[in-house]
């Protein structure tokens, strides 16, 4: 069953551990279609997250942050790994759930490059035709941890905010 974009217009951190075990799908260009189990992710929160993008403020870069829950928000980092996200919550309450790992793929920049996400994904709706979220039915049991990569935002640092499948 395909998640409909009202599953992304609730609260980031309701929404990240929910993404845990359902599925992300890909259909590429040339017709495959690959099913992967979603089994890590990071929340970001707010302007008020220094870890978060939006703590800078709204930017052309930024945009889709704000915008209302289900869009793509997709950043280049260290000039060479696609980092992708899920927007959630409400219009102008900037949000999102960076997607760190699933089943096989470990690390947000092995699996953007696994699953060939490229920024042109950047603001595209949830679901696309090339890629969505499905509801298996599963209910995994995970872990809470600080995030990782973020040690310049102070506190938030170390809010627990990575769901990790255990």
Known sequence: MVVPPKFFQRDVLVVAPDLLGKRLVRKYDHGAVERFRI??????????????????????????????????????????????????GKENQPQAILIRGVEGVSGPGKLTRRLDITADFYGEKMPSPRIWVEDAGEKPAYQTTPRIGVDYAGEWRDKPWRFVVT
């Open 39 to 88: 089994t890590e992710v990071e929340a970001y929160r707010g302007e008020e997250d220094k870890a978060c993008h939006a703590a800078k403020g709204r930017t052309k870069r930024t945009e889709a942050l704000y915008h209302t829950g289900g869009e793509i928000y997709v950043y280049l980092i260290y000039g060479m790994y696609q980092m992708l996200n899920f927007v959630t």
